[in-house]
């Protein structure tokens, strides 16, 4: 196994945790405080999720021999912060991830539901993801509105640098808010004094709270969006680039690491798919059979240098005025809402209960506690299957 580490695996691990992470954990941030977290029961869902998802990509491409990269739900993170505080709080929304996991353990354990979730049309998945992802892609133009000065170098460094290197577009524009925050805003008195007491790593259990909408607001909506926009498009990119991975148990593997992270507020951990391209690549290394040390590489970076690190950038973020942080967290989001709208709006018999399934997620309406992406998928569903009676009737 060491015969096969390379210093161009080295530097892609290393890449692809940096990527990773500062590409989207501030919607993790904003997604778990949506539901109720405090900034320490963020920072301490933010560090599970490192520590299981680095985990979890150690383990796998140790045992498999492939570049599996693993992410946490970047989407799902979306739909927390869209869904809002439901009924119970966040221990209600920690018992949503837990089902979360288990869905996603017996989906890849048990062929009937992995089936029955790649069963669910396409345009109807995508047009929820979209929905759900368009109200925190609005951010960047409210910051540029109310703050100019601050938001606007934020936009510009993310628009510059991702016309030359669209992977590296939204961390420039994270180092473009961080320029701004230690330069454009004033600091309270205290902020060294609370940065360097998150310097220790700090878990909180919480304890779950198990009823209706834990599973129907938060727990079934994230499984399926964690399905179908991160676990089965992680399987497709390690497809294109010349493997033949078993499903099955690689998503099992990613259900059994939320499981442990959940308690500590991590959502949902996952097959990466941006990312994945990075370690399956050519640019891991040229010999195919020896990249899978580009995601053993990452895996170890999440766990011994983002994990325990991961209270000190939520302390950081909370001294920002919170529309700036949303907009790094909608500019993260805008590649992946023009890819989901597209692939919901592609095919014309699907067209309009796709765009049911949008507006209805979109809205943000919640009926008896249950958050909008729900409602969204099932009245999308219900559209479908009446076009579809409609038009067998007429032949």
């Not at 309270?188 to 599973?215: G, K, M, Q």
């Not at 179908?228 to 493997?243: D, E, F, H, T």
Request: proline fraction near 5%; charged fraction near 10%; charge should be neutral.
């Amino acid at each position: 196994m060491l015969r096969d580490f390379s210093l161009q695996s080295l530097f892609m691990g290393l890449l692809t945790a940096f990527v990773g992470f500062a590409s989207s954990f501030a919607v993790v941030l904003h997604g778990l405080q949506g539901v109720g977290a405090t900034e320490a029961q963020a920072a301490s869902g933010l560090m599970a999720l490192c520590i299981a998802l680095g985990l979890c990509a150690i383990v796998l491409s140790a045992v498999t021999r492939l570049p599996v990269a693993i992410a946490w739900s970047t989407p799902g993170a979306a739909l927390l912060a869209s869904s809002g505080a439901i009924e119970g709080g966040l221990a209600a929304a920690v018992a949503g991830f837990l089902i979360c996991a288990i869905l996603v353990i017996v989906a890849g354990l048990w062929k009937p539901l992995g089936r029955a979730v790649a069963a669910i049309p396409v345009a109807l998945a995508n047009a929820m993801l979209a929905g759900v992802l368009i109200g925190l892609c609005f951010a960047p133009v409210k910051a540029v509105g109310e703050m100019p000065l601050l938001g606007l170098p934020i936009v510009l460094a993310w628009a510059i640098v991702g016309s030359f290197k669209r992977l590296l577009a939204v961390p420039a524009a994270l180092l473009a808010f961080v320029l701004v925050l230690a330069f454009g805003v004033d600091m309270p008195a205290d902020s060294w004094s609370r940065l360097s007491a998150t310097l220790v790593p700090h878990a909180e259990w919480i304890t779950p709270v198990f009823n209706l909408a834990s599973l129907v607001s938060i727990g079934l909506p994230l499984f399926i969006v964690t399905m179908a926009s991160q676990n089965i498009p992680g399987i497709a990119v390690l497809k294109v680039n010349g493997y033949e991975p078993s499903p099955g148990p690689l998503f099992a593997t990613t259900g059994v690491f939320s499981l442990f992270s959940a308690p500590f507020g991590g959502h949902a951990v996952n097959l990466a798919a941006i990312t994945a391209a990075m370690c399956a690549g050519d640019d891991s290394h040229r010999d195919p059979t020896r990249r899978y040390w580009s995601s053993l590489v990452s895996g170890v970076c999440y766990v011994v240098i983002l994990g325990p690190f991961a209270a000190t950038v939520t302390a950081f973020v909370a001294l920002a005025p919170p529309i700036l942080i949303q907009a790094v967290a909608g500019l993260a989001l805008i590649g992946a809402f023009a890819g989901s709208a597209m692939a919901a709006f592609k095919e014309q018999d699907s067209r309009e209960a796709a765009a049911v399934t949008f507006l209805v997620t979109a809205s943000g309406v919640s009926f008896a506690g249950i958050s909008g992406a729900f409602w969204g998928l099932l009245a999308g569903g219900l559209m479908l299957a009446l076009a579809r009676f409609t038009r067998s009737r007429q032949h």
